[in-house]
């Protein structure tokens, strides 16, 4: 092994104890993470930083989201369904949806930000994980490939997407940070039947979620 690939998966080890230091015991969720090489979901010097627990840009005013806030959500969704077709609204990096195709999911990833988008694409289908990436106004879902057993919301939701609450599939789960523009709340939304249950956890602060749906672009 080279001597700077040598460095990375040391690195990424330090990154999954530091994940279980902070409560992520999930085996197969740790695994995932010791699997994706983050750092190439970087570019130039700022592959220096991929190992470190923080946010990081990715232009255009996003981020990739950082290591904690990547795991508690992908746990969340694995305790509640732990197989099937997940849909991932906000591509970003595309280091999520990496996450999701290392734990066997059948992925699908929308992204609004064209460039954004493009470079996920080709970044995931460079490095073997099979995503479906689409672009568009991911609070709308992904109808032709409804229902999912999964949805994972990576950006900051003013309120729950009814279109993506249709789209969940029965016993389906929903994991969607909810709140105002500087802090929302971790929300797993679970499909019974017609009814929904819904678990509250830690605020985070997420980029919003931007859509007919979501936010309207002009506030920000
Ligand atoms: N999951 C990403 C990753 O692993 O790098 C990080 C996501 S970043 C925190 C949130 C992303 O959601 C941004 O790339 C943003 O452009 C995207 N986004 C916001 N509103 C969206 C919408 N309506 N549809 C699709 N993507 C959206």
């Given at each position: 092994?080279?001597?700077?690939?040598?460095?990375?998966?040391?690195?990424?080890?330090?990154?999954?104890e530091?994940?279980e230091?902070?409560?992520?015991?999930?085996?197969?969720?740790?695994?995932?993470?010791?699997?994706?090489?983050?750092?190439l979901?970087?570019?130039?010097?700022a592959?220096?930083?991929?190992?470190?627990?923080?946010?990081?840009?990715?232009?255009?005013?996003?981020?990739?989201?950082?290591?904690?806030?990547?795991?508690?959500?992908?746990?969340?969704?694995?305790?509640?369904?732990?197989?099937?077709?997940?849909?991932?609204?906000?591509?970003?990096?595309?280091?999520?949806a990496?996450?999701?195709?290392?734990?066997?999911?059948?992925?699908?990833?929308?992204?609004?930000?064209?460039?954004?988008?493009?470079?996920?694409?080709?970044?995931?289908?460079?490095?073997?994980?099979?995503?479906?990436c689409?672009?568009g106004?991911?609070?709308?879902?992904?109808?032709?490939?409804?229902?999912?057993?999964?949805?994972?919301?990576?950006?900051?939701?003013?309120?729950?997407?009814?279109?993506?609450?249709?789209?969940?599939?029965?016993?389906g789960?929903?994991?969607?940070?909810?709140?105002?523009?500087?802090?929302?709340?971790?929300?797993?939304?679970?499909?019974?039947?017609?009814?929904?249950?819904?678990?509250?956890?830690?605020?985070f602060?997420?980029?919003?979620l931007?859509?007919?749906?979501?936010?309207d672009?002009?506030?920000?």
């Amino acid at each position: 092994m080279e001597e700077a690939e040598k460095i990375n998966t040391l690195r990424r080890r330090e990154m999954v104890e530091t994940l279980e230091r902070y409560g992520i015991t999930n085996r197969r969720v740790l695994d995932a993470f010791l699997e994706v090489p983050r750092h190439l979901f970087f570019e130039g010097e700022a592959m220096d930083c991929a190992y470190n627990d923080g946010a990081y840009p990715i232009g255009f005013g996003q981020t990739i989201s950082q290591p904690y806030t990547v795991a508690l959500m992908t746990t969340l969704l694995v305790e509640r369904c732990s197989s099937g077709k997940v849909l991932e609204i906000g591509t970003g990096s595309g280091y999520q949806a990496a996450i999701l195709a290392a734990l066997g999911y059948s992925v699908f990833s929308v992204e609004r930000i064209f460039a954004l988008h493009e470079k996920a694409k080709k970044l995931l289908t460079r490095l073997g994980f099979g995503v479906a990436c689409r672009f568009g106004d991911g609070t709308l879902g992904w109808m032709d490939d409804a229902p999912f057993d999964g949805i994972l919301v990576t950006a900051g939701a003013p309120r729950e997407p009814e279109s993506l609450l249709r789209q969940l599939a029965e016993n389906g789960a929903m994991v969607i940070p909810i709140g105002g523009s500087s802090a929302q709340q971790m929300t797993v939304i679970q499909r019974e039947g017609k009814d929904f249950k819904r678990e509250l956890f830690e605020h985070f602060t997420f980029v919003p979620l931007v859509g007919r749906e979501g936010w309207d672009e002009t506030v920000f």
